[in-house]
């Protein structure tokens, strides 16, 4: 078959909801997009550990302490799923650090927000991860086969990230007045850049439309964020805190929340690598690569001897 027919043969497949295995015929510029997406989200597991790994000791006590550093680990376990999903599109790991560290890829424009206090932790599991998960649960049915397998335990686990930052911050608004407009300077912080986490709005989006058409996204990016406006709202009422947007009200017309202006410039200069924290976290990044080096050599010596040995 000619290109073009095994192109209406592959989008028949997508259609039909057949899963596509690294194995089978699937456009280049389908390999492409997924390479992209799926290392810039191993990319963000990985860099999201930082913003929250420096608070595990100087959690309040020994239930928050072990409770942070589960889900920091789980976030590094996250990335493994996912380099490894995108190493089966022919792209070998090592490429794929070295576009992060030598800033080639990008990661989420959220972990480059420096966590002043430990009410960023909690504002971080419900925000953050709440819209991570609002992103993620529709990947469990992506087209690609190795991606979607990945996300049903990320999901998993992202929900109990969520579920352990929300009660984070019902304990701190329940607490002492400081503690409670700790959660409140939290999430005035954290409001904006976790609704830019969902991506350009639909008009201004250069991959949504083919994505969606592949099925590797099932929903658009401005339908994510309304939901997720949506159930957060209802979820802040119960805290007692209030969202930073004077224009957030409900529309009894369209049955859901109208809301202010995002920043996009922000979101841009972030994306780019001038956001508040983007040096510091790619400088903890290369240190770390650098300071594992001896560990990634003594591994692979050790494999090179055992092949040896089995010869």
């Not at 999201?48 to 100087?58: A, C, D, V």
Request: net charge neutral.
């Amino acid at each position: 078959m000619n290109e073009i027919q095994l192109e209406e043969q592959f989008q028949q497949k997508v259609d039909a909801e057949i899963k596509i295995e690294p194995k089978d015929w699937m456009p280049d510029k389908y390999r492409q997009t997924l390479i992209r997406q799926i290392s810039q989200h191993a990319h963000s597991e990985i860099v999201g550990m930082l913003p929250e790994s420096n608070w595990i000791t100087r959690a309040p006590n020994l239930r928050r302490k072990v409770a942070l550093l589960a889900k920091v680990q789980d976030e590094a376990g996250h990335g493994l799923y996912l380099y490894s999903a995108a190493e089966t599109l022919q792209i070998d790991r090592q490429t794929l650090v070295e576009q992060l560290l030598d800033g080639t890829a990008k990661y989420s424009n959220i972990f480059n927000y420096p966590t002043l206090t430990w009410a960023d932790i909690g504002a971080i599991g419900w925000l953050v991860d709440g819209a991570a998960i609002m992103n993620q649960v529709m990947l469990q049915r992506t087209s690609y086969g190795p991606y979607s397998r990945a996300m049903v335990r990320i999901c998993k686990e992202e929900s109990f990230h969520q579920r352990q930052g929300y009660e984070i911050m019902i304990t701190l608004c329940n607490g002492t007045v400081e503690q409670k407009e700790m959660a409140q300077d939290a999430l005035t912080r954290w409001w904006w850049p976790s609704l830019m986490m969902f991506g350009p709005s639909d008009k201004d989006s250069v991959h949504s439309s083919q994505s969606m058409k592949w099925k590797i996204k099932r929903e658009s990016n401005d339908f994510l964020r309304q939901d997720f406006i949506t159930r957060t709202v209802e979820q802040t009422k119960h805290l007692g805190i209030t969202i930073p947007d004077p224009n957030l009200k409900w529309n009894e017309q369209k049955q859901e929340y109208d809301f202010g202006e995002i920043d996009w410039e922000e979101f841009k200069n972030v994306i780019s690598g001038n956001g508040p924290c983007n040096a510091e976290r790619m400088k903890a990044r290369r240190e770390a690569h650098e300071n594992g080096k001896w560990v990634r050599e003594a591994a692979m010596a050790y494999a090179e001897k055992r092949k040896q040995k089995a010869v």
